[in-house]
């Protein structure tokens, strides 16, 4: 029986060979260069923030509460997710190793102490 699809029970390297899978299918190597990657990424970003372009957190809310808007804002989070983890593959980088060093190093530059319920950037404490 094939595994469930989530967050709990599939790892950040099943997805990365999926999504190779599916790019080698079909012969897009050739387009997946970094440039082009790094590019889909912003673009699918910007698609995926025009969802909440010109709404207040209330509008914002209610439209997610919409189950065809949430589907649509799913959709587009995936497209990025997506194409990151096509350019973490192209770049051979490792993804869970990548984010666990981001945290470290952010944990050094926003001490709780300093970072605790602000949004100040870490040059302004």
């Not at 990151?84 to 993804?95: F, K, M, S, W």
Request: proline share 3%; net charge positive; charged share 35%.
């Amino acid at each position: 029986m094939p595994k469930k699809f989530s967050d709990q029970t599939i790892k950040i390297a099943e997805l990365k060979s999926l999504l190779k899978k599916f790019r080698d299918a079909r012969s897009w190597e050739q387009f997946h260069t970094p440039k082009n990657l790094a590019s889909a990424i912003s673009i699918e970003s910007a698609e995926f923030m025009e969802h909440f372009l010109w709404k207040t957190e209330k509008k914002s809310d209610a439209f997610l509460k919409d189950p065809a808007n949430a589907q649509k804002v799913q959709e587009e989070l995936a497209d990025i997710v997506c194409y990151c983890l096509n350019l973490a593959n192209v770049l051979d980088i490792d993804v869970s190793k990548a984010v666990k060093d981001k945290i470290d190093k952010n944990g050094k530059k926003y001490p709780v102490n300093k970072s605790k319920n602000n949004a100040r950037k870490y040059t302004e404490f």
